[in-house]
């Protein structure tokens, strides 16, 4: 008997807040059980982004198991060519639904999913008001709505694809009574299912039903450790979205606002996603489905002295990673490093289908299973400003902007917030040497030819 799939996903949720994998001040039972259910993955990482936008090269990644360099407009659009998750599993004999989210154009949703509903094509909206639209079997999704993008700062207009706006309904209940309907819906078919239902909370504007708002006070919310009143260096990120979101210097009360709205946003998630585990209990499903879930990245909130994900600390780039079901082992880790792209082979594996030519991902379920440890080093970038290498010692961030060069050396053992920057010291400048070196190679292997032969980003002299 093939095995029913559900892959879930939230926007900028950082790996450390789930309160069983190490944060006691989040509530979250029901990721909890989910996590005494499975195998969570401890370094999972996505490798950086192209844009600004970090969501959509990041879920461009997770549904093609392709590299962050294989699009040419950041993973706006998905070429046919590149093999997508939910097309292949159709072409396993699964019914493949999508709901909330999708990021990576029309196109793309089509060729992924033959179901769906609740389908948001777009990035950020008003959670209690998204526009949306029903699943359409000709793939055409032609219906557009005329927006004003920002009404209270820009009189830019933009046509999205949508049937109608839910009015008052959060994005997160929205999504998640649709993926429960669909549970319901496809119980007692003899076709397995895969569901991809993508959140967009706890992204901002980050607002929530009171209830989950009221679990959390602003004033016990721990500051963390690495929080900085403003980013030590400039890179060229002071004008971006997310960096404007706060004042400079950062005020330690409003950043404990926004830790404080961002966990209750996790907690209405987690609260939705126990309701999704309920359903599948309630059919009989539960035991023959594969539960993930994921992040398309994390984000700072006060965390280096930033607020946004345009860079390459770890509250940025590390992610949940969760995999639960038959055959996973239960209240596992994995401490070896992951990649958000390696999803797409691993549940092609598990449900025994043949990997597409042209993926950059593997399967996780040899590291799950312990038969290997999983990559030495992941190789990470951001835009055309900053690159990066993470090893099993050390992470290495090299910043070219027009602000200036900079070198971060941080020792992963002994700093793990990324605290003591070791690049000017004497006796680091031998791994600096080192990890330059193997960053130039591994760019090559990822196509970042630019930075690889030396062109435009090291051409710059540190400053």
């Known amino acids: 008997m093939k ?10 949720q950082r790996f450390n807040t789930i309160h069983a994998l190490g944060n006691p001040e989040i509530i979250t039972p029901n990721f909890d059980q989910l996590v005494a259910r499975g195998t969570s993955f401890t370094e999972a990482f996505i490798p950086g982004g192209s844009s600004g936008a970090v969501c959509m090269p990041s879920r461009a990644m997770l549904h093609t198991g392709r590299y962050v360099t294989s699009w040419e407009d950041d993973g706006d659009t998905i070429p046919d060519d590149q093999a997508l998750l939910g097309e292949e599993l159709q072409k396993g004999g699964y019914t493949s639904i999508g709901v909330g989210k999708w990021h990576n154009g029309t196109r793309a949703f089509a ?42 700062s820009s009189k830019r207009i933009i046509d999205l694809p949508a049937d109608r706006i839910n009015i008052g309904k959060h994005s997160t209940d929205l999504f998640a009574d649709t993926m429960i309907e669909k549970i319901h819906e496809h119980a007692e078919d003899d076709q397995p299912f895969f569901m991809y239902g993508a959140f967009m909370a706890p992204h901002d504007p980050r607002t929530m039903p009171s209830k989950y708002s009221a679990l959390y006070d602003p004033d016990t919310i ?3 450790d690495n929080y900085l009143p403003q980013h030590p260096f400039e890179f060229d990120m002071r004008a971006q979205r997310d960096e404007s979101l706060e004042a400079y210097p950062r005020p330690i009360a409003a950043v404990k606002r926004h830790i404080a709205d961002y966990y209750a946003m996790i907690t209405h998630i987690d609260d939705r996603v126990g309701d999704i585990v309920a359903a599948l209990e309630e059919t009989g499903q539960l035991d ?9 990245h994390g984000i700072s909130l006060g965390q280096h002295g930033l607020m946004g994900k345009q860079n390459l600390y770890d509250n940025s780039i590390r992610i949940p990673m969760i995999l639960a ?35 950059f991902g593997h399967s996780l379920l040899p590291q799950i299973h312990g038969e290997n440890a999983g990559r030495d080093a992941v190789y990470l970038q951001f835009t055309d400003k900053i690159r990066g290498v993470v090893t099993p010692d050390y992470k290495l961030i090299e910043y070219r902007t027009v602000q200036g060069s900079h070198t971060q050396l941080f020792d992963r053992h002994t700093d793990p917030l990324e605290e ?20 130039r190679v591994m760019a090559a292997a990822q196509g970042d030819l630019a930075f690889s032969q030396g062109q435009d980003f090291w051409a710059r002299e540190e400053k």
């Open 111 to 152: 060729r992924s999913f033959n179901d769906g509903g609740n389908i948001f094509f777009g990035g950020m909206w008003d959670h209690w008001n998204v526009p949306v639209n029903d699943y359409d079997p000709t793939g055409k999704y032609d219906h557009f709505k005329r927006f004003v993008q920002d009404p209270f």
């Open 222 to 224: 721990s500051v963390p």
């Open 420 to 439: 003591v920057d070791l690049a000017k010291t004497e006796a680091a400048q031998p791994i600096v040497a080192e990890l330059r070196h193997q960053l």
């Open 3 to 12: 095995r029913n799939v559900i892959l879930m996903i939230a926007d900028d």
């Open 325 to 359: 079901g038959p055959d996973i082992p239960v209240n596992h880790r994995v401490a070896g490093k992951a990649l958000l792209l390696d999803m797409m082979p691993t549940i092609l594996d598990y449900v025994g289908l043949p990997k597409p030519d042209g993926m």
């Open 288 to 296: 023959n489905t594969l539960i993930v879930y994921v992040a398309d």
